[in-house]
């Protein structure tokens, strides 16, 4: 699950339950369906970071690859 996972990156139940349900994350993601439609997304899933780095699941042959890219680009971002 979703908590699950937040937990194995370190980030209490509470938090992520407070974050989760946080009216700026529902209208984050109202605003990103608004404009999925002008985002060349090909495959789910698909991470856009920082409007800059677009990731999917078709660029890696394994989940572990497009965590690790994951994690090397958001290393990168600060």
Same mark, same amino acid.
Request: hydrophobic share 40%; no cysteine.
């Given at each position: ?6 937990e @194995?990156? #370190?980030?209490? &139940?509470?938090? %992520?339950t @407070?974050? %989760? =349900?946080?009216?700026?994350?529902n209208?984050?993601?109202? $605003? *990103?369906?608004? +404009?999925? /439609? !002008?985002?060349?997304? &090909?495959?789910?899933? /698909?991470? *856009?970071? &920082?409007?800059?780095?677009?990731? $999917?699941?078709s660029?890696? &042959?394994?989940?572990?690859?497009? *965590? @690790?890219?994951? !994690? =090397?680009?958001?290393?990168? +971002? #600060?």
């Amino acid at each position: 699950s979703l908590i699950l996972l937040a937990e @194995n990156v #370190g980030l209490s &139940k509470s938090r %992520f339950t @407070n974050l %989760f =349900y946080a009216a700026e994350t529902n209208q984050a993601l109202k $605003d *990103i369906q608004r +404009e999925a /439609t !002008n985002l060349p997304i &090909k495959g789910v899933p /698909t991470v *856009i970071l &920082k409007q800059r780095w677009l990731i $999917d699941a078709s660029m890696h &042959k394994t989940s572990r690859s497009l *965590i @690790n890219t994951l !994690n =090397y680009l958001v290393s990168q +971002e #600060g």
